[in-house]
């Protein structure tokens, strides 16, 4: 039914221009029950001048009205309230006196006074009838719709409708004051018996416009605390009462009041239960001024904040409207509202998280939060997706429950549009954080180019950029579908990038390319290294911390290739053979016999003395030079001592069997012979420690 219309002269708000007479009425409604007798003599005075009293108050004639009211009585008055309201589907509709009204709405205001504070005042009789108060309060509200259903009828009881109209506002005050106290008690495990009375921590419904897209959002002081745990489902007798009270506030067309009340009390629930879980809302500048430890904590709670909102908070609340508003499109108008409020509240952080500076270690967090939303997308379309085929919008206004009214008609005819504009909005989020995320990976690149620092690392260790992006690649390949994906739908390579190739993959393409770069990017930083074979020690560090790092991953290994790692398997090799040719085949042509230690038969002995002072002396310079190069990798360490070894060591003992005997005993085989075969394998078991020490002056 339409909202029952209330004269200008309900509240002295509502009408600035009203005549004296009117402003002492208006008082009089907004203040507390009417003076009847005063009014009537008032009016008799200013219009007709007729002093004279009526003799008979019944009837519905303009008589005379008794200067006392007897105490009124509900039950008789409603018995005669309905005969009046039964007889005016005939042809000859009764009358009722003025009297009579406003004896039965101080019936009705007695009531609601004595409800006060009652537990059981919303609880149905024996029989399954309906709680005295609810009947008052029906009976009123339909007593306002006959006396305004035509303006023949509301001149004639003028002072009668004013005074119906006005307890039916205050008793609609006192039903909204209960819904949304038994909604808060409920939420909160409190007493749900009496709300009127508490303070209501909520906006005025009543004299706001009832816009259905408008969120209504709840005061900034509303709501329950932080750490409130999420609220459990209601009682089926808490949302009987809930409808009951739904259904008479609908019945007398104050629609948009409940609908606003309902929002703003299931808000601050979700709100309750976000702070429970740690979630804060923050704005656009608060994310922006962030440090990045702090917004990485306030992304992980937003991620369980959301998944909390999707798969328990507004399901709930879905089932929770149906219960509440048997009227089923207005039931998900109404949802629609609130879950729309809600998710936008939550997306409009991602928003600011996207819109923060673009950083590589941001990649990950920025991630989880796209997988986040898009693995929500099922569970979204079924809480939203009956909703979104606006099938019912132009059946929801035929029903008997407040579909007169144009806010409940607007708000069931707005519902697809809300779960479009929300679906679009979840749709362009994820949008943003894919973007977010290509782009973040695809500054790697610029990462590297940067890197041209002149300084080489000591030793030929790894250098911290290989560490870096290695580890930051086997990571991201973690993400490797996801990324895929991303890459596919929203990455737009520029003209000189990689597009895939014939596989199609621009993840793939992309990471090969950060490789070829990082790769280059050693190349160059070996020939910082004046020595050739510290330059090829760095290059088998670097390269080996890259295969094992691919090896080690099956992501990163998928990504890249076994012809990629076959590639740098045969680079390492080559690496190892410069290393050997620079450093010992100068060692070992020391020890052959090239035609200058021999000549005919007889051993030269000062081209000998002199061989074992070169070789002594490489040996030294080897030993104080490369232990202190670093080859961290065990593995790699162990193959290089063993290669070298294996050619060295059998050289030496050759050598050394061969002429030793050239030298006499004692001072001369000291001065000459400083290593025997066990000393030189010690020594290069010491290689590639990082610790630099001069070569031990023994012999076993």
Sequence with gaps: MDRIPIPALKSSSFSLAASSREEKLARNLSLGPIKLNEIIKDARREGEGDNAAGEDAGGGEEGGVPEEASEPDLAALSAEIDAF????????????????????ASAVEQEMAQSEGADDKWATGEGGEAPTLLAAI?????????????????????????????????????????????????????????????????????????????????????????GAEPSPP???????????????????????????????????????????LGYEKASIDDVAKMPWEALESEIATWIKAFRHAVDAGLPGERDLCSRV???????????????????????????????TKRAAEKLFKVLDMYETIRDAGPAIDAFLGADSSGDDADEGSGSGSGSGSGSASDRIGSSSGAVADLKSELASVRSRLGESAAAIFC????????????????????????????????????????LEQVFREYHRPDADEPDGGEGGNPFAAQLMEVMELLHGNLEAKSRLYKDPSLSSIFLMNNGR????????????????????????????????????????????????DDGVITVKGH??????????????????????????????????????????????????????????????????????????????????????????????????
């Excluded at 190069?629 to 059998?650: M, T």
């Design 545 to 592: 911390y890259m295969l094992q790092k691919i090896r080690g991953s099956p992501e990163i290994n998928a990504v890249v290739g076994e012809a990629w790692s076959r590639k740098r398997s045969t680079d390492l090799r080559q690496y190892h053979k410069n290393y050997q040719r620079e450093t010992w085949s100068r060692v070992l042509a020391l020890l052959r």
């Design 85 to 104: 309201l039964a007889g005016r589907g005939g042809d000859a509709p009764p009358s009722i006196s003025e009297v009579t009204l406003d004896k039965f």
């Design 443 to 482: 500054d790697l690149e610029c990462s590297i180019r940067a890197d041209a620092g002149k300084q080489p690392v000591p030793g030929g260790a790894v250098h911290p950029l290989t560490r870096y992006l290695m580890n930051y690649l086997k990571y991201a390949c973690e993400y490797k579908d996801t």
């Design 325 to 355: 508003f048997p009227d089923e499109a207005l039931g998900r108008a109404i949802f629609v509202d609130l879950a729309r409020c809600a998710m936008l509240q939550m997306l409009n952080f991602t928003e600011a998280v996207a819109m």
């Design 234 to 276: 209601f009682p089926p007798e808490i949302v009987d009462r809930l409808r009951t009270m739904a259904e008479t506030m609908f019945a007398a067309g104050y629609v948009t009041e409940c609908t606003q009340v309902f929002l703003v009390a299931r808000r601050n629930a979700l709100d309750a239960a976000m702070q429970g």
């Design 138 to 226: 029906r009976r009123i509200a339909a007593l306002a719709s006959a006396l305004t259903a035509n303006h023949a009828e509301g001149a004639t009881y003028t002072i009668g409708v004013h005074r119906v109209t006005g307890v039916l506002h205050r008793a609609m005050t006192f039903v909204e004051d209960e819904f949304h106290g038994t909604l808060e008690s409920a939420s909160h495990g409190g007493d749900p018996g009496s709300a009127t009375g508490r303070s209501m921590k909520r906006p005025p419904s009543f004299g706001h416009g009832g816009d259905p897209d408008r969120c209504v959002l709840p005061s900034s002081d509303g709501g329950s605390g932080a």
């Design 603 to 700: 051993v030269q002995k000062p081209v000998l003395k002199e061989r074992f002072k070169q070789f002594n002396a490489a040996m030294d310079e080897i030993q104080r030079t490369q232990g202190a190069w670093v080859v961290s990798d065990e593995q790699l360490q162990s193959e290089l001592r063993v290669s070298i070894a294996a050619v060295v060591v059998p050289a030496y003992r050759s050598f050394l069997g061969r002429f030793a005997q050239h030298f006499s005993a004692g001072r001369q085989t000291e001065k000459y012979i400083k290593l025997s075969g066990e000393d030189l394998e010690a020594i290069i078991e010491e290689l590639f420690d990082g610790n630099a020490v001069s070569m031990p002056r023994r012999r076993t």
